[in-house]
Structure formats: C-alpha cells, structure tokens
C-alpha cells in the first residue's frame, strides 16, 4: 500500500478553474435546497467548488482531509470509507489518471453527499444499473470534472478527451440531465 501525495498538475487544468465564491464563507457543501435532487448534487458540488476554488478532486480531497491510499484491487476501482471520523477514498492503482481522477471525484461524492449512511462505497467495473447513491455519486462527479458544456457539433469522445475524463462520464451525465 503507498500513500498518494500528488498535487493535480496538468490533468486536473483541464477540468477548468473555479470563481472564487464564497470563499472565505463557513460553507457547509451538503445538500439544502428544495429542487430537484440532481440539481441539490450539482449545487452540493459547486459549494465545495467555490469554497475550496479547484475542481481538481486531489486537491478537493486534500482541502477536505480525505487520504487517498492507492491499492492493487482486482475488481473495485474505488472505495470510500469514514473509519474513526476520517474519511477515506482507495483508489485502484494501476487505472489511467483520467480514470483516477474520476473514481476519486465519484468517491468524494459518497462522502459529501451521502454523509453518515454508516457504510462504504465500492465503486466497481461491472455492468449493471446504477442504484440511487450510485447515480447520485456519479452526478456529484461529472458537476465537479465537467464545467462547460461541449462545443457545438462535438462528440461525446472528443469532449471526454478535452475535459481528460472517461467518456462514460460524460455519457453519464447527459443521461441524468
């Protein structure tokens, strides 16, 4: 087991950058508003955006005091887990950053969106529908990475490899709109 101790560079650049709202604000990033749920995700996520100003989730995770441990999983591409009051995201080592980035933006998500639901997230490769948290988990990741919306007339693969995240995201997201 190594601990990362990365600092985003290049690859969290491309997710954009952040104004600088409420910055010096005692922000609580948890959900609160009275629309609809994906909006109250997206809200959640833009919180933590302005008051942390970075959408990079290494330096997001860092702000927040969640230690990122990468692990050899075989299946499990992330975990999130609160042990004694510390929160936690384990990450499969040996993906490609664009997909770390994403696992660990998914993962941050659990933990600021679903706060105290008293067990982990696993977030696996595996083809099945996404259940409530999952999906919620999943919107919380695709507000944080993606800041813009595509140029007219481009495709979901090309904006993926624009915004450096998984194309799965993006289609993702487009879906729970």
Not at 73 to 95: C, H, P, Q, S, W
């Amino acid at each position: 087991m190594t601990r990362t101790k990365k600092i985003c560079s290049v690859s969290c650049a491309l997710s954009g950058t952040a104004k600088k709202l409420n910055r010096g604000s005692s922000c609580t990033p948890y959900i609160y508003s009275r629309t609809g749920v994906m909006d109250r995700i997206k809200e959640a996520s833009y919180q933590l955006i302005y008051h942390y100003n970075t959408r990079c989730p290494y330096e997001l995770a860092a702000s927040l005091g969640i230690e990122i441990i990468e692990y050899n999983f075989k299946t499990i591409r992330g975990v999130a887990l609160t042990k004694e009051g510390r929160k936690y995201i384990g990450v499969k080592r040996d993906l490609p950053e664009q997909e770390k980035r994403a696992v660990i933006a998914h993962e941050i998500g659990h933990l600021e969106v679903h706060p105290g639901s008293g067990y982990f997230y696993i977030h696996e490769n595996i083809g099945f529908v996404l259940g409530k948290q999952e999906r919620e988990a999943e919107m919380f990741a695709a507000a944080l990475l993606l800041d813009e919306p595509p140029e007219p007339g481009e495709s979901v693969k090309a904006y993926a490899m624009r915004k450096g995240v998984p194309r799965k995201l993006v289609e993702t997201y487009y879906k729970l709109r």
